[in-house]
Every structure is written in structure tokens, then in C-alpha cells.
């Protein structure tokens, strides 16, 4: 994918991670300077790097889980001249992770509004708490990198080191103000399963019935490509002021919908509490 904007151009590849089912991103400016996000499978991002012949500059994470930040140290010691970029808030956990070991921990700090550069190309930095304390995103024109906060049909839990009422506030005044045709790129891909999960609330959701099929119609390891339009109409963390999504909680699960409410300032937050509460033990 090439992605023009005035006299540069963004390049981002999608590498499968070979060790879990996560996929990490290459951005790659035109001269062939690089960053790598979250490449969780060192021996695959190497091996990429090398056989393209770009010049690393960076390793990005966007939080501190393991499953984003375990190639870091393989990456370095094959590119040592790349350093490790990572959010304030998720440092301390981050560098913990690579106590004793040589590279591996931040060296380099970004926070919201702040911009990255790589080669020609400037990213900003976008926080994006919920699913970790300082979980941030990266934005390039119309190309989000989410890290884990937003999936095809669903969003990013919040069980380790997360909270709801953060990834709320995330969903409806970041992503909410970013535009339609925000192609974004997760660190997961669950659509079949959010999809399902969709349907079992309101089971004649068109929209989720569809992207349901063409889930199930890719290949094992495809990652899905999505828009924050086409979200929109069908992820329900996107969705809670639909009358039929509210109204479909409440004839269904009204008791874990009240129990949300008590814990929310709005009803918008309500939803979304019940909604996470209800995917997490789905």
C-alpha cells in the first residue's frame, strides 16, 4: 500500500507475527527509513527488514503488553542502530519487561499531540488510554495505528492494566472525532468472533451479517482491512446511541445494563460498560 500526501509517500506493509496472532506494521518513508510497531515476532520483522533493505530507525510500541513488546530486543540486536519508541505512561511496565537485558526497555518517550518522525514522514501521537494507562496510537493522514484499542466489530478489554470508563472516554472523544475514511490497523484481528458476538445481541444486524462472511471467506492469518466508517455501522462500541442496540440490551441482558448504569455518568457509558462486560465473559 503507498499512500500519497503532497511530496511524500507512506509505504505500510502488515507482517503476521509467526509466534502469536498478533500482526505489526512497517511504515517506510520513500527513501526506505522505516519504524516498526509492535513487532511482537523478532525473527520475521528482521527477516522482512533485511529483505527489503530499509533502513530501521525505529521500534514503536503502543503500550507495554508482552505481546507487543517481546521482539524488541531481537529487533535491536539485529539493527542496533534503531532505537525503542514508547508511550510515557506504559514506560515503567515496558522497561521491566527487559530488566537485565542489554536493549529492549523505551529509550525514547512520545506522548498525545507530540509527532514522530520517521525519515520524511511525521506521525502524530494520539493518547489512547483504556486498554493500558498510557496506550497511545500513531496517525498518518487518513492511516490510524491502533495498537489494541479498537478491533474490526469490537474493541480492546481492559483486564490487564485497563479501564472501561478511560476506553470509553477514548472511543467517544478521540476515535469519535477522527473521520470516516480512517483506514485503521489493529494489533489483532477478531472479526469472525466479534462479529458472532454482534449477532448474538441482535441477531438480524445485516451489517455484522456480512462482514461475518467475509471474515470467514479470508485466509487464517488476513488481517481484515476496516474504515472507521464502516465501523460505524456496525462495531456496537461505536454505536450506543442506536435505539436498536440499546433497546436489544435492555430486553436481553437488563440486569447487567442496570448494574452498568450505576457505575456510569452517562447513558452512552452505560453501553459501553455492559457492552465490554458482556464480551469479556462471551
Same mark, same amino acid.
Request: charged fraction near 25%; charge should be negative.
Given at each position: 500500500?503507498?499512500?500519497?500526501?503532497?511530496?511524500?509517500?507512506?509505504?505500510?506493509?502488515?507482517?503476521?507475527?509467526?509466534?502469536?496472532?498478533?500482526?505489526?506494521?512497517?511504515?517506510?518513508?520513500?527513501?526506505?527509513?522505516?519504524?516498526?510497531?509492535?513487532?511482537?515476532?523478532?525473527?520475521?520483522?528482521?527477516?522482512?527488514?533485511?529483505?527489503?533493505?530499509?533502513?530501521?530507525?525505529?521500534?514503536?510500541?503502543?503500550?507495554?503488553?508482552?505481546?507487543?513488546?517481546?521482539?524488541?530486543?531481537?529487533?535491536?540486536?539485529?539493527?542496533?542502530? #534503531?532505537? +525503542?519508541? /514508547?508511550?510515557?505512561? =506504559?514506560?515503567?511496565?515496558?522497561? *521491566?519487561?527487559?530488566?537485565?537485558? @542489554? !536493549?529492549?526497555?523505551?529509550?525514547?518517550?512520545?506522548?498525545?499531540?507530540?509527532?514522530?518522525?520517521?525519515?520524511?514522514?511525521?506521525?502524530?501521537?494520539?493518547?489512547?488510554?483504556?486498554?493500558?494507562?498510557?496506550?497511545?496510537?500513531?496517525?498518518?493522514?487518513?492511516?490510524?495505528?491502533?495498537?489494541?484499542?479498537?478491533?474490526?466489530?469490537?474493541?480492546?478489554?481492559?483486564?490487564?492494566?485497563?479501564?472501561?470508563?478511560?476506553?470509553?472516554?477514548?472511543? #467517544?472523544? +478521540?476515535? /469519535?472525532?477522527?473521520? =470516516?475514511?480512517?483506514?485503521?490497523? *489493529?494489533?489483532?484481528?477478531?472479526? @469472525? !468472533?466479534?462479529?458472532?458476538?454482534?449477532?448474538?445481541?441482535?441477531?438480524?444486524?445485516?451489517?455484522?451479517?456480512?462482514?461475518?462472511?467475509?471474515?470467514?471467506?479470508?485466509?487464517?492469518?488476513?488481517?481484515?482491512?476496516?474504515?472507521?466508517?464502516?465501523?460505524?455501522?456496525?462495531?456496537?462500541?461505536?454505536?450506543?446511541?442506536?435505539?436498536?442496540?440499546?433497546?436489544?440490551?435492555?430486553?436481553?441482558?437488563?440486569?447487567?445494563?442496570?448494574?452498568?448504569? #450505576?457505575?456510569?455518568?452517562?447513558?452512552?457509558?452505560?453501553?459501553?460498560?455492559?457492552?465490554?462486560?458482556?464480551?469479556?465473559?462471551?
Amino acid at each position: 500500500m503507498t499512500v500519497n500526501r503532497r511530496r511524500e509517500a507512506m509505504k505500510v506493509e502488515t507482517i503476521a507475527s509467526g509466534v502469536s496472532d498478533n500482526f505489526f506494521y512497517a511504515v517506510v518513508d520513500p527513501r526506505g527509513r522505516a519504524g516498526l510497531i509492535d513487532p511482537v515476532d523478532a525473527e520475521a520483522a528482521v527477516a522482512r527488514v533485511r529483505e527489503a533493505g530499509w533502513e530501521l530507525e525505529w521500534v514503536i510500541n503502543t503500550h507495554w503488553h508482552p505481546d507487543h513488546v517481546a521482539g524488541n530486543a531481537g529487533v535491536l540486536a539485529a539493527f542496533p542502530e #534503531a532505537q +525503542v519508541v /514508547g508511550p510515557a505512561g =506504559d514506560r515503567e511496565r515496558i522497561d *521491566a519487561q527487559f530488566a537485565g537485558e @542489554a !536493549r529492549g526497555a523505551v529509550e525514547v518517550e512520545m506522548r498525545g499531540g507530540e509527532s514522530l518522525r520517521i525519515g520524511e514522514l511525521s506521525l502524530e501521537v494520539l493518547d489512547t488510554p483504556g486498554h493500558t494507562e498510557g496506550h497511545v496510537s500513531l496517525r498518518y493522514g487518513k492511516h490510524l495505528f491502533s495498537g489494541d484499542v479498537i478491533f474490526s466489530g469490537g474493541a480492546g478489554h481492559c483486564r490487564a492494566g485497563g479501564d472501561v470508563s478511560v476506553q470509553f472516554s477514548t472511543f #467517544a472523544h +478521540v476515535l /469519535g472525532a477522527l473521520p =470516516d475514511d480512517t483506514t485503521f490497523y *489493529a494489533g489483532h484481528d477478531y472479526t @469472525a !468472533r466479534n462479529c458472532e458476538f454482534i449477532l448474538s445481541i441482535e441477531p438480524e444486524h445485516r451489517e455484522a451479517g456480512a462482514v461475518l462472511e467475509q471474515a470467514k471467506a479470508s485466509g487464517p492469518r488476513e488481517r481484515f482491512e476496516s474504515t472507521l466508517g464502516q465501523e460505524r455501522a456496525y462495531n456496537p462500541f461505536l454505536r450506543l446511541a442506536d435505539p436498536g442496540l440499546r433497546q436489544a440490551l435492555s430486553s436481553r441482558y437488563g440486569e447487567s445494563l442496570e448494574a452498568a448504569r #450505576a457505575q456510569s455518568q452517562s447513558e452512552d457509558e452505560a453501553v459501553f460498560r455492559c457492552l465490554r462486560a458482556l464480551r469479556d465473559r462471551w
